[in-house]
């Protein structure tokens, strides 16, 4: 699958060579495609906020004590 961040950068790409180009008709198809990049890069962001995972909750060994469990990694716990 491919990245928002693989997705900006085409565009920019996309961009550089439309500078670059001479012909008029070509430079504005590469600036679409620039464009079209971009908004794809804005879908896979949509999609990966409205997609992830949802928190589950657990039955801890504890009696009537839940804990949440996700599938996104805790930051490490310092000790002070």
Do not use: H, Y
Request: hydrophobic share 35%; net charge positive.
């Amino acid at each position: 699958m491919v990245t928002p961040a693989e997705c900006r950068e085409r565009a920019a790409e996309c961009r550089q060579m439309a500078e670059r180009e001479q012909d008029f008709r070509r430079q504005n198809i590469l600036l679409d495609i620039g464009r079209t990049w971009t908004r794809l890069a804005l879908e896979a962001e949509q999609w990966t906020q409205t997609n992830r995972p949802p928190l589950r909750l657990k039955k801890a060994p504890s009696k009537d004590r839940l804990t949440v469990i996700s599938s996104i990694p805790s930051p490490p716990l310092v000790a002070g």
